[in-house]
Nanobody, 114 residues
Framework: QVQLVESGGGLVQPGGSLRLSCAAS????????MGWYRQAPGNQRELVAL???????NYPPSVKGRFTISRDNAKNTVYLQMNSLKPEDTAVYYC????????WGQGTQVTVSS
């Protein structure tokens, strides 16, 4: 059974930082492209960071320079370091594993507010 379990969300002030983690089980983690997506109320789910099986990363302009995705294949874990957080970063953040079949985690809430 495939499981993606996110952790690390919470409430942070604008300008602060959070580090999200996603622990995967039930897949050959190293061959999967891993991504972080987010969905705010009333909005579509959007990609915020992608790391390929080979380690290539990609970010949309809205988070580039502030967010960093990384992976530890030995721990079957992908991370999202989020710095200089803004209120508009508030959303539920989801982990995604993509190969032949995509898998999703349950999501973790990130709230940026003073």
């Amino acid at each position: 059974q495939v499981q993606l379990v996110e952790s690390g969300g919470g409430l942070v002030q604008p300008g602060g930082s959070l580090r999200l983690s996603c622990a995967a089980s039930g897949i050959i983690f190293s061959i999967y492209h891993m991504g972080w997506y987010r969905q705010a109320p009333g909005n579509q789910r959007e990609l915020v960071a992608l790391i390929t099986s080979g380690g290539t990363t990609n970010y949309p302009p809205s988070v580039k320079g502030r967010f960093t995705i990384s992976r530890d294949n030995a721990k079957n874990t992908v991370y999202l370091q989020m710095n200089s957080l803004k209120p508009e970063d508030t959303a539920v953040y989801y982990c995604n594993a993509a190969h032949n079949t995509p898998y999703w985690g349950q999501g973790t809430q990130v709230t940026v507010s003073s």
